[in-house]
C-alpha cells in the first residue's frame, strides 16, 4: 500500500470524525465496507493524539476481519500541527511504505495518510483488545530486551545499504532538533532543579559539553553502515503478547541510520539500573549472534561495545531532559535515574572524546 496524499482536508479533531470517513478509509482493505455508527474513548495527547473508536457496521465488506475497534493516532492540537508534523508524516509513510517489509511484530495497519495541512493521520489495530503487555522505562525483564533484540537484528540486516534508503533522507531531523532544544541553556537550568539535578550535573557538568557530544556522536553515526532504524526503541515503544511474544509501537522517529542507535537506546532504557550493567555485555553479543545469522557482517567486540558506550548521550538526552509536559513527574524521573546512571557507567564524554573540551 502506497501513502495516500490528500489534497482533502484531513480531520483535525476527534469530532471530525464520521461514519462515512471510516467507511472511505477502510474500504482500501474492506470493499464495501459501511460505518454505521462509532463511539470513542481513552484520548491522548503527546507528541501525537491518540484514541480508541469503537465501530459498528451496517456492511462489514469483504472479508469477515474487519476491525470492531481501531486505534487513531494523528495531529489533532495546534501545537502538534506546528512543531511535531513531520514526525505524524514520518508514521504514515512507514505503516503505508516501509511496514510490509520490516521482519518485526508491529500493530496491524488499516490507513494512513497525509495532507497538504501537514496533518498525518495513522489506523492502527487496537491492542488493548490483544491483552498485550506494554513496556515501560527500566521495568523490561532481560529476556524480553533479548526477544526484541532478536527482532532488531533481522530488521537491521534486511535494510543494511538498501537501496531505498536515500528516500529517507532528513527523517532524523525532528529527532536530533527536538534533542538539541532539550540541551538549550534555558531548559538546562531548569532541568538542574529537579530531583535528579544534582546527578544530572554530575553526570556532565555543562550544557555544551552535552551539545558537542551530540554533534559528535552524530558525526559517528552517519559515518556508519546505514538500516532502517526505528529511532527511539525505549522501553515504553514496546509491547508483549500474552504468550511473551515481543512487538515494537510507534514508528514516527524511523530514520537510515547506525543500528547501535537502536540497540543502545533498547537496552539502557529498558532495564532497570541493576539488571544493565550486568547484562548489557551478553545483550550486545546476542545482538551481534543474530545480526550475523541474517547475514549481517558484524565488527568486533571492543568496536560494539565502544559505539554502546557512545551511544550513551541519546540516552541521557532523550532520559534526562525531557521538557515537564512530557509525563507524570514519577515517569520522568525514573527515566532520568535510568539513563543518567549509563552515562555515569560509560563515561560517555570520554567516548566521544569531548571530555577535555
Same mark, same amino acid.
Given at each position: 500500500m502506497t501513502t495516500i496524499e490528500t489534497s482533502a482536508r484531513l480531520p483535525?479533531?476527534?469530532? =471530525?470524525?464520521?461514519? *462515512?470517513?471510516?467507511?472511505?478509509?477502510?474500504?482500501?482493505?474492506? #470493499?464495501?465496507?459501511? @460505518?454505521?455508527?462509532?463511539?470513542?474513548n481513552s484520548e491522548r495527547v503527546g507528541t501525537s493524539a491518540s484514541c480508541r473508536f469503537e465501530l459498528t457496521y451496517a456492511n462489514r465488506g469483504e472479508g469477515d476481519d474487519a476491525p470492531n475497534v481501531v486505534y487513531l493516532k494523528g495531529g489533532f492540537t495546534e501545537q502538534q500541527l506546528n512543531r511535531y508534523w513531520m514526525v505524524l508524516q514520518q508514521e504514515a509513510r &512507514?505503516?503505508?511504505?516501509?511496514?510490509? +517489509? @520490516? /521482519?518485526?511484530?508491529? #500493530?496491524?495497519?488499516? &490507513?494512513?495518510?497525509? *495532507?497538504? =495541512?501537514?496533518?498525518?493521520?495513522?489506523?492502527? =489495530? +487496537?491492542l488493548v483488545s490483544r491483552n498485550v503487555r506494554f513496556g515501560f522505562w527500566g521495568e523490561l525483564t532481560v529476556d524480553d530486551v533479548a526477544g526484541l533484540l532478536e527482532q532488531f537484528a533481522a530488521l537491521h540486516a534486511r535494510w543494511l545499504?538498501?537501496?531505498? $534508503? #536515500?528516500? $529517507?533522507?532528513?527523517?532524523? @531531523? /525532528?529527532?536530533?532538533?527536538?534533542?538539541?532544544?532539550? @540541551?538549550?541553556?534555558?531548559?538546562?537550568?531548569?532541568?538542574? %532543579?529537579?530531583?535528579? %539535578? #544534582?546527578? $544530572?550535573i554530575e553526570a556532565i557538568p555543562e550544557p555544551r559539553l552535552v551539545r558537542a557530544a551530540l554533534e559528535r556522536l552524530w558525526a559517528l553515526n552517519d559515518a556508519a553502515r546505514r538500516t532502517l532504524v526505528h529511532g527511539d526503541a525505549h522501553g515504553g515503544n514496546m509491547y508483549f503478547a500474552p504468550d511473551g511474544a515481543p512487538g515494537i509501537l510507534d514508528w514516527q522517529l524511523c530514520f537510515a541510520g547506525t543500528p547501535m542507535h537502536d540497540v543502545s537506546w533498547l537496552i539502557v532504557s529498558g532495564l532497570n539500573i541493576e539488571d544493565r550493567p550486568a547484562e548489557e555485555a551478553r545483550l550486545l553479543k546476542t545482538y551481534a549472534a543474530a545480526a550475523a545469522a541474517h547475514g549481517m557482517e558484524m565488527p568486533d567486540f571492543d568496536a560494539i561495545w565502544l559505539s554502546h558506550r557512545q551511544q550513551m548521550v541519546h540516552a541521557f538526552v532523550s532520559g534526562a531532559c525531557e521538557p515537564k509536559e512530557s509525563g507524570p513527574v514519577e515517569a520522568i524521573n525514573a527515566a532520568a535515574r535510568v539513563a543518567i546512571a549509563a552515562a555515569n557507567d560509560h563515561d560517555v564524554l570520554d567516548a566521544l572524546g569531548v571530555a577535555g573540551i
Open positions: 483535525r479533531s476527534f469530532d =471530525e470524525f464520521t461514519a *462515512d470517513w471510516f467507511s472511505k478509509a477502510l474500504s482500501r482493505q474492506f #470493499p464495501g465496507a459501511i @460505518v454505521s455508527g462509532f463511539s470513542r &512507514f505503516y503505508s511504505a516501509l511496514s510490509h +517489509d @520490516v /521482519p518485526t511484530t508491529i #500493530p496491524r495497519h488499516y &490507513f494512513a495518510a497525509i *495532507d497538504e =495541512e501537514k496533518q498525518g493521520i495513522t489506523m492502527l =489495530e +487496537d545499504g538498501d537501496a531505498r $534508503l #536515500p528516500s $529517507l533522507a532528513g527523517w532524523e @531531523v /525532528p529527532q536530533r532538533e527536538f534533542l538539541k532544544y532539550l @540541551v538549550r541553556d534555558k531548559h538546562w537550568e531548569e532541568l538542574t %532543579g529537579r530531583a535528579y %539535578g #544534582p546527578e $544530572l
